[in-house]
T-cell receptor
């Protein structure tokens, strides 16, 4: 069974860098695109970007100057770094997969982790 | 860039039909996906590629499309269907990226 688990600090200070890791189990890293998606409290979902196991990335245009997604296939992890955060970056951050051989949907999700940006 | 627009809320009585719409120019070019999200949980796909239902999703969930609007229909709504529903597509007008609607809260009266 495929499982994704986010980990990282729940509190980040303004202007600092938000860093999260997603650990994958039950799937090979070469079978999916690996995504980060966030959801501000009480609001809708926002796609941040994805990484392919080869290291190729694609980011949301509104965030691409602040976002870096990387992958460590040996550890079966991929990570998110978001620089220069503000309170507007406060959200539940999800990692999710999109199968390379599937229907294009986000088929597996982590449980999500709340990151609060506050001094 | 494209946006997807959903009504903030829809209310229906148990056993009735619920329709949730999602509108946007992207939908005439890219497939739509629908996700159900219950409080404190991650979203789950209930419709993919406009009108396909994943295995394990009840038959009362269906999707349709017409031009720049897609519709999620839940026939014979049950109390357990109360949730937020998010539509998703892709913006291919410039740099390709995934887009979501703002979400619709379905309330079962």
């Amino acid at each position: 069974q495929v499982q994704l688990q986010e980990s990282g600090p729940g509190l980040v200070k303004p202007s600092e860098t938000l860093s999260l890791i997603c650990t994958v189990s039950g799937a090979s890293m070469n079978t999916s695109f690996w995504n980060w998606i966030r959801q501000p409290p009480g609001k809708g979902l926002e796609w941040i970007g994805y990484i392919h196991y080869s290291g190729g990335t694609h980011y949301h245009p509104s965030l691409k100057t602040r976002v870096t997604i990387s992958v460590d296939t040996d550890k079966k992890q991929f990570s998110l770094k978001l620089t220069s955060v503000t309170p507007a970056d406060t959200a539940v951050y999800y990692c999710a997969s999109t199968s390379l051989f599937g229907e294009g949907d986000f088929d597996y999700w982590g449980q999500g982790t709340l990151v609060t940006v506050s001094s | 860039s494209y946006e997807l627009t959903q009504p903030p809320s829809v209310s229906v009585s148990p056993g009735q039909m619920a329709r949730i719409t999602c509108s946007g120019d992207a939908l005439s070019k890219q497939h739509a996906y629908w996700y159900q999200q219950k409080p404190g949980q991650a979203p789950v796909v209930v419709i993919y590629k406009d009108n396909e239902r994943p295995s394990g999703i009840p038959e009362r969930f269906s999707g349709s499309t017409s031009g720049t609007t897609v519709t999620l229909t839940i026939s014979g709504v049950q109390a357990e269907d109360e949730a937020d529903y998010h539509c998703q597509s892709a913006d291919s007008s410039g740099s390709y990226h995934v887009i979501f609607g703002g979400g619709t809260k379905l309330t079962v009266l």
